[in-house]
């Protein structure tokens, strides 16, 4: 029988409540953080880390806008396949093969690949961000810009960007997602990853996204 949890959208970012507490669901982050605990999520146990490189857990959880006990990252889901259906509140464990495409993952987090006008663009999957951002300002150019708009990120904290809303083909589908003009600080990290593209939360809630990160593959079907 598969295994599911109820998600909400808190701040833009993905949490879901357990016994510990409420805790964020980020596809986005390598390992999990938090207190010296080890916490059972959709049948994997994960013990979570008091930091992760330059970030300690104390400093996010202290700049959170709500409050929450510790972060799952896809060190949880290592041997998992799991369906995000968030518009149903809904994240299940999926027990046979899913239907999608061969897909790159770096640090553990899925990458697929997109295209916004004649740019195509390498997205990772981030559920940890709520909304989606761009590297470069030009790909916003094939938008419509919609002005500034306040966002968090559990590992940046908050900040004001502009935004403008794309079209973004992923395969043979096209939907219409806003993106943010990623800070200074957020490109040099997606320049490292070699990212084109974040695709946060938002485009989580427009679509049904199977993820098998143990065999690299994600199948996406737009609402």
């Known amino acids: 029988m598969s295994q599911s949890i109820e998600v909400n959208v808190c701040e833009g970012i993905l949490c879901a409540d357990f016994n510990e507490g409420r805790l964020i669901i980020d596809t986005g982050s390598p390992v999990s953080l938090g207190p010296d605990i080890a916490v059972r999520v959709l049948g994997s146990v994960v013990q979570l880390n008091a930091s992760f490189a330059s970030?300690?857990?104390?400093?996010?959880?202290?700049?959170?806008?709500?409050?929450?006990?510790?972060?799952?990252?896809?060190?949880?889901?290592?041997?998992?396949?799991?369906?995000?259906?968030?518009?149903?509140?809904?994240?299940?464990?999926?027990?046979?093969?899913?239907?999608?495409?061969?897909?790159?993952?770096?640090?553990?987090?899925?990458?697929?690949?997109?295209?916004?006008?004649?740019?195509?663009?390498r997205c990772v999957l981030d559920s940890g961000a709520g909304l989606s951002y761009l590297k470069r300002p030009e790909v916003a150019a094939f938008g419509q810009a919609l002005g500034k708009q306040n966002d968090f990120h559990p590992m940046l904290g908050s900040f004001e960007v502009d935004t403008a809303a794309c079209a973004i083909v992923v395969g043979d589908q096209s939907v219409t997602e806003i993106f943010g003009l990623a800070t200074d600080e957020l490109s040099q990290l997606m320049e490292t990853a070699n990212i084109d593209a974040i695709l946060g939360t938002s485009f989580f809630q427009q679509s049904l996204i199977e993820i098998d990160f143990q065999n690299e593959v994600v199948g996406i079907t737009f609402d």
């Not at 996010?60 to 518009?87: R, Y």
């Open 55 to 121: 970030y300690a857990w104390a400093d996010i959880k202290a700049s959170l806008p709500f409050d929450a006990v510790g972060l799952i990252g896809v060190d949880a889901f290592s041997d998992a396949a799991l369906g995000f259906d968030i518009a149903n509140d809904t994240v299940v464990r999926l027990e046979s093969a899913i239907q999608g495409v061969s897909a790159e993952f770096v640090m553990g987090s899925p990458v697929i690949h997109c295209q916004i006008g004649e740019d195509k663009l």
